[in-house]
């Protein structure tokens, strides 16, 4: 389906609620069109029908779903759930791969964005640090959520205190950078670590203004700027200034020339060379706490929903920090948003467990197509040529198509879509997914009631040897000649006069060839399911 024709004045977001997707509770949800239920069961929708593809359930969970997160080329799925499991799906088969049990439940867990067939996470517990998970053996590394502030010799009191002298720093926000080489985490002290979880070092530190937690932390699609959500209601937004790709050799250039400071010191000098706060945005009158902050699928626009309880509204901004528009929905809490990698639309689940489409709201532009088009307000007489509707005009010139009709035309090779860089685009990329019917409850409980029917009816009294005049009607009528579905259904048809007269003949005056010629009569009704045979036979004889 074409595209339709955008006015270049107007903002490339959603403004209306188009539709809404239902299938039990939903919690949280991620594209590649993907919804996590209340009942541990997983929903792949296909956006085109807004039909349900495939259903992901696993028996050994029914908890809650935590959180979502598709591979690079979206043959794999990753699901957390709230009785503490990993489970990774094939999304093809819909078969399960691996299934891990953490000590802890984690809230969100991200695939490693560098490989197709992914056997890393990154798991954000509840109430510990992150940690890498090896899907394949279930090995964890927990990784550093903090730096000690050394001074004079002595390790500087910390603001919060375990029993057993730890600090807490729960829960935990990180993401891997665009190609999976590195984690940023974010933690409760307002600070941005950058770590190299190889070796589980902390490489950058990039301290927030205000100190406060750091709820969510997002990269962009391109890579280029990071969303941080913290607790102070403020949306910051940094600019990457590291390379995309060789990450780790630009962190080692940059700590070359700063032997001299201390380690915090260095820490900080080089987050100052890895991220550049570039915006702010926040509600400067209400001062809302901001739910599931992110960026558009280019990057131009961050979108944020309110956390208030009982409002569902969607806030999009334009990266230089305007408000450019509200989304008000309806009167339910919103858990959790995404936006479409390549359409202005965004997806949002409620508290109630729906999921609303929200897109554009196009008004149809026909001069846009036929730019001799003109739009009429009143009806107009208008008097046709001579020669307007022949084949070829005489008035006119028909200009030579330009289109070689010979050449052939390549509908098999699938073009690399623009708003894609070269890592997110292959050849390896789950681009169709067939449709795996589920059955109907309706249907069920249909098929369960015919086979008692069934039942029932094989489990009545036989026809006896002897069947009176009217029994042959009652045989055709039966539930099992109807068949249920009307595939064998026949049409019943009344006995011949004649038949009527051998029938009352044979009542009264019974003999052996009348008996001969009733078994034989019943025969064909065994073999035809019907009257039609019977009363031929009767009308034959």
């Not at 570039?278 to 009158?285: G, L, P, T």
């Not at 050849?427 to 249907?443: G, I, K, N, W, Y």
Request: net charge negative; proline share 5%.
């Amino acid at each position: 389906m074409d595209a339709p024709i955008i006015d270049p004045l107007q903002g490339d977001f959603p403004e209306v609620i188009e539709e809404y997707l239902e299938h039990g509770c939903m919690k949280c949800i991620a594209f590649n069109r993907r919804a996590g239920c209340n009942d541990g069961s997983c929903i792949i929708w296909d956006f085109e029908t807004r039909g349900i593809a495939k259903e992901l359930r696993d028996y050994e969970c029914s908890s809650p779903i935590t959180s979502v997160c598709w591979s690079k080329y979206g043959h794999q799925i990753l699901v957390s759930a709230a009785d503490k499991s990993l489970t990774l799906w094939d999304v093809k088969s819909g078969e399960k791969i691996n299934r891990i049990v953490l000590q802890q439940t984690p809230l969100q867990a991200r695939l490693h964005p560098g490989s197709s067939t992914p056997s890393l996470c990154l798991a954000c517990p509840v109430s510990c640090a992150p940690m890498i998970v090896d899907l394949n053996t279930g090995n964890t590394t927990l990784l550093q959520v903090s730096f000690p502030e050394i001074g004079n010799g002595s390790t500087a009191p910390s603001r919060n205190k375990s029993s057993d002298g730890s600090t807490p720093y729960s829960p935990t926000a990180a993401c891997f950078n665009k190609y999976g080489s590195l984690v940023y985490v974010g933690n409760s002290k307002g600070e941005i670590l950058i770590i190299d979880y190889k070796g589980n070092e902390v490489r950058a530190m990039v301290p927030i203004s205000g100190g406060s937690v750091v709820k969510s932390i997002v990269f962009s699609r391109n890579g280029q700027y990071l969303l941080t959500n913290s607790n102070d209601r403020i949306i910051r937004v940094y600019e990457n200034l590291l390379p995309l790709k060789e990450e780790i050799r630009a962190l080692d250039d940059l700590n070359e020339n700063l032997n001299d400071l201390g380690d915090v010191e260095k820490l900080k000098v080089v987050g100052s060379k890895c991220l550049n706060l570039f915006c702010e945005f926040q509600d400067s009158i209400t001062k809302v706490h901001w739910k599931a902050p992110c960026f558009s699928g280019d990057g131009e626009w961050v979108v944020g929903g309110s956390a208030s309880k009982g409002e569902h509204k969607i806030y999009i901004w334009d990266r230089a920090g305007h408000l450019v528009k509200i989304l008000e929905g309806p009167k339910e809490a919103l858990i959790d948003l995404a936006w479409h990698p390549v359409r202005p639309i965004i997806v949002s689940v409620s508290l109630a467990g729906l999921v609303y489409i929200w897109a554009k709201d196009y008004t149809e532009n026909w001069s846009a197509f036929a730019p001799d088009f003109k739009e009429l307000e009143e009806n107009e007489e208008y008097v046709e040529r001579e020669d307007e509707f022949d084949l070829i005009p005489e008035t006119e010139k028909v200009k030579a198509s330009d289109v070689n009709e010979d050449e052939e035309v390549d509908i098999v090779t699938v073009e690399k879509d623009k708003a894609f860089s070269d890592s997110d685009m292959s050849q390896e990329e789950l681009c169709f997914l067939p449709a795996t019917p589920s059955r109907d409850e309706q249907q069920d409980k249909c098929l369960e009631s015919f086979s008692k029917l069934v039942d029932s009816n094989n489990s009545g009294s036989p026809l006896s040897e002897d069947p009176g005049p009217n029994e042959h009607m009652n045989h055709a009528s039966s539930p099992l000649e109807d068949d249920a579905g009307g595939t064998h259904m026949k049409r019943k048809r009344k006995p011949s006069e004649k038949g009527l007269e051998l029938q009352a003949e044979r009542v009264k005056k019974p003999s052996k060839s009348s008996k001969s010629l009733k078994s034989k009569s019943k025969s064909f009704v065994d073999q035809d399911n019907g009257d039609s045979l019977y009363a031929d036979e009767l009308s034959d004889e």
